[in-house]
């Protein structure tokens, strides 16, 4: 048997790779992470989707964190999504009085996430939009999207991020309205149909 000498760096031959873990579903998750609007709000939406693979197979465990302003186009300040009881230590849920904007979404079984939120304001010359950040297995850095929400073309023609994607891949941030206050938007890692992924630098 060669002995290796783990003294010298130019001697050490590296590790194969791999692409097991890190394990979001674990502890991440909390109950009601969807629920970010407080019941009863007349602004309520409800978002739904699948999150895909590159293959177009559904992803069981997914989480998906959304960031969104309030109807006046404000970036709510208020805490209060994940509380914990100050004796215990363990998670009470969220007050439901205060709109915090964020929330955490593991998918099911089926790959499917919802979440329930209040329709955003405009912000600047931006059209109304979700922030989206997406973690999932084989990917070593989460990802960053967004959601438009249709039904008013003027303001997504102008908004300054939209303008700048391809047409023939805008539509992959834009949700599909399924009426009644309800919006589709699939997550597509890869392959055909990909999401547009945005890049913060």
Not at 54 to 60: N, Q
Not at 116 to 142: D, E, K, M, N, Q
């Amino acid at each position: 048997m060669t002995k290796i000498d783990t003294s010298r760096p130019e001697t050490v031959l590296p590790t194969p790779s791999h692409t097991v873990g890190p394990f979001y579903g674990y502890a991440l998750p909390f109950p009601g992470g969807g629920d970010i609007a407080p019941v009863g709000h007349p602004d309520t939406i409800t978002l739904q989707g699948y999150v895909y693979d590159g293959e177009g197979k559904p992803l069981p465990d997914a989480l998906v964190e959304l960031w969104g302003a309030d109807p006046d186009g404000n970036v709510p300040t208020a805490d209060g999504s994940i509380r914990r009881d100050p004796a215990t230590g363990g998670y009470v849920g969220r007050n439901g009085v205060e709109f915090t904007g964020w929330g955490r979404i593991q998918t099911d079984a089926n790959g499917h996430w919802y979440a329930r939120t209040l329709r955003p304001g405009a912000r600047g010359r931006s059209a109304p939009y979700i922030s989206v950040c997406v973690f999932a297995r084989g990917l070593l850095v989460h990802l960053f999207t967004r959601i438009y929400l249709p039904g008013d073309d003027a303001a997504l023609a102008a908004d300054p991020l939209l303008s700048r994607v391809d047409r023939s891949r805008r539509d992959t941030l834009i949700a599909e309205d399924d009426g009644k206050g309800t919006y589709r938007f699939d997550i597509r890692l890869q392959g055909e149909g990909e999401t547009v992924f945005l890049e913060f630098q």
